[in-house]
């Protein structure tokens, strides 16, 4: 009989306990429900991954009432394909995809802008190639990812020694398929950003035939479409700020972010300290000055066929 209400008891307690526990998580599950999704997308090691691997923008925005996902992806190509079909809010990108994407009809709005990548924005050869001055690309097969800040840098690195694009053999694969040619001789340059160039530098003792200084910005910029950027102003405001303080918390705490960078992208600290090192983090809006650094790669864009439409880049600013 005892052992009857001993067992009774328990049960009693269980029951209880499972309620209890039942009772918070539908209160938790609740809290979240009542918050709005936000979606950015993002690249590895750009001022967004740095803001979600530290956290504070999360719980910042929550606090604001908005919940915060984010989602990688390789290059700016893929990032303004999520961007059109719906499946993130804002992407995190360079130079280059906006301006594509906005010749090609696409009604977006720059929201931010960051910091230049000039030194880590790189065309590639190995280093017993005999490819020692940007002439000897002539002829050459180049890996690039069309649609991305690669495209208008070897545009212009080409331009430098009074090639174009016909010139050469430009092969469009995207980061890690790049990174597997270069390194199996399938092509003779690659052109790409940091983390990729570092850790080709670092890993596969790959030459630098040019960074990207008078040539490209491959400026940091959050886009977003015309439509959700109208609709959410508040949000844009909010992202700009916290973005813009996780930027500064970068700037002046480098030994922490590389540590951090080399844990959660599994790099070592060799790629990470280059990576970071040769570039400054910032974020704000966009000025006229930036907008005529776009219209630059517009314009020579169009010129080249690049582009089938000749655009202003200001009409792509959410008034």
């Given amino acids: 009989m005892a052992h009857k209400t001993k067992l009774t008891l328990l049960l009693t307690a269980l029951v209880a306990w499972l309620a209890v526990?039942?009772?918070g998580y539908t209160q938790t599950d609740a809290a979240e429900s009542t918050l709005t999704r936000v979606v950015i997308?993002?690249?590895?090691?750009?001022?967004?991954?740095?803001?979600r691997q530290r956290g504070e923008l999360v719980k910042k925005m929550k606090a604001k009432g908005y919940k915060v996902v984010f989602?990688?992806?390789?290059?700016?190509a893929a990032l303004m394909t999520a961007l059109k079909s719906g499946n993130i809010d804002y992407a995190r990108l360079g130079d280059t995809p906006p301006v594509v994407n906005q010749a090609a009809g696409l009604d977006l709005?720059?929201?931010?802008?960051?910091a230049d990548k000039v030194n880590g924005t790189e065309v590639l050869v190995k280093?017993?190639?005999?490819?020692n001055k940007l002439a000897d690309l002539k002829g050459k097969r180049i890996a690039y990812a069309k649609g991305t800040a690669a495209q208008f840098m070897i545009v212009q690195a080409l331009a430098k020694a009074n090639l174009t694009v016909n010139d050469v053999t430009l092969v469009n694969?995207?980061?890690s398929a790049a990174s597997v040619a270069f390194a199996k001789g399938k092509v003779d340059a690659w052109v790409s950003w940091d983390p990729y160039t570092a850790t080709a530098e670092v890993q596969q003792n790959a030459k630098v035939l040019t960074n990207a200084v008078g040539l490209a910005k491959n400026r940091d910029f959050v886009v977003s479409t015309r439509k959700y950027a109208t609709a959410h102003t508040a949000v844009s405001t909010l992202l700009i700020d916290y973005l813009a303080d996780d930027m500064s918390w970068a700037n002046k705490n480098h030994a922490k972010l590389i540590t951090m960078l080399a844990d959660t992208l599994h790099l070592s600290k060799a790629i990470v300290t280059k990576t970071v090192e040769r570039r400054s983090f910032s974020m704000s809006p966009v000025?006229?000055?930036?907008?005529?650094?776009?219209?630059?790669?517009?314009?020579?864009?169009y010129e080249q066929g690049l582009i089938q439409?000749?655009?202003q880049v200001k009409d792509a600013l959410l008034q």
């Fill in 287 to 301: 000025t006229t000055a930036i907008v005529a650094e776009q219209q630059k790669i517009a314009d020579v864009f």
């Fill in 309 to 311: 439409k000749k655009i």
């Fill in 71 to 76: 989602k990688e992806f390789q290059d700016g």
């Fill in 41 to 51: 997308g993002y690249q590895k090691a750009d001022p967004a991954d740095i803001s």
């Fill in 109 to 114: 709005v720059y929201v931010a802008a960051g």
């Fill in 21 to 23: 526990a039942a009772y």
């Fill in 173 to 175: 694969m995207d980061q």
């Fill in 127 to 131: 280093q017993n190639s005999g490819i």
